[in-house]
């Protein structure tokens, strides 16, 4: 039954919230995000808040404060965080990665490397370069692409359901 409900809200997801060529939809970003922290799991930590940190100034960032308002992951209160230096939020679940600030990928990936930090990047084609998951429009409809070989180095767990779902797992 919980795989069953996994896959309808993810295929809704994917079918409601559309991207418009050359448009970021912020909203639907911010409903992903939150979506897959859901069927994500981090090792045992001790930490008192979920905390997502998005690099850099974006939209983004404004629509996870408004849906992440009252809600919890984990058990865990949501705390979305605005940083510049990645340097500041090792203690975070997510580092989200807007497509403006892609060339720190490298950056991040090595002051997080072995840690149990989930990078979610904005850019196509990321996941190939060392983030956990990446975002990819498909006929207009926003997909998600995963490296699992990233997610089991930090031991990080996705449902199997959600992998099956993905546009491209390596």
């Not at 069927?39 to 979920?50: D, I, K, N, R, V």
């Not at 990321?126 to 006929?139: E, N, T």
Request: charged share 20%; with cysteine; glycine share 6%.
């Amino acid at each position: 039954m919980r795989s069953k409900v996994i896959i309808t809200i993810l295929f809704m997801l994917c079918a409601t919230w559309q991207t418009v060529a050359q448009t970021t939809n912020h909203q639907a970003f911010s409903v992903f995000v939150y979506g897959l922290s859901r069927y994500t799991s981090w090792p045992p930590a001790g930490h008192t808040e979920f905390t997502i940190a998005v690099i850099g100034k974006s939209k983004t960032y404004d629509e996870m404060i408004k849906n992440s308002a009252g809600k919890s992951i984990g058990g865990l209160p949501i705390k979305v965080v605005q940083v510049d230096d990645p340097k500041t939020v090792l203690n975070a679940q997510i580092i989200y990665l807007p497509d403006n600030n892609s060339s720190m990928l490298d950056e991040i990936k090595k002051l997080t490397d072995g840690k149990p930090v989930l990078i979610i990047a904005e850019r196509e084609g990321l996941h190939k370069k060392g983030a956990g998951m990446s975002f990819i429009a498909i006929d207009s409809k926003l997909r998600l692409d995963i490296n699992s070989k990233e997610l089991q180095n930090r031991q990080i767990k996705i449902a199997s359901q959600l992998q099956s779902l993905a546009n491209e797992v390596i």
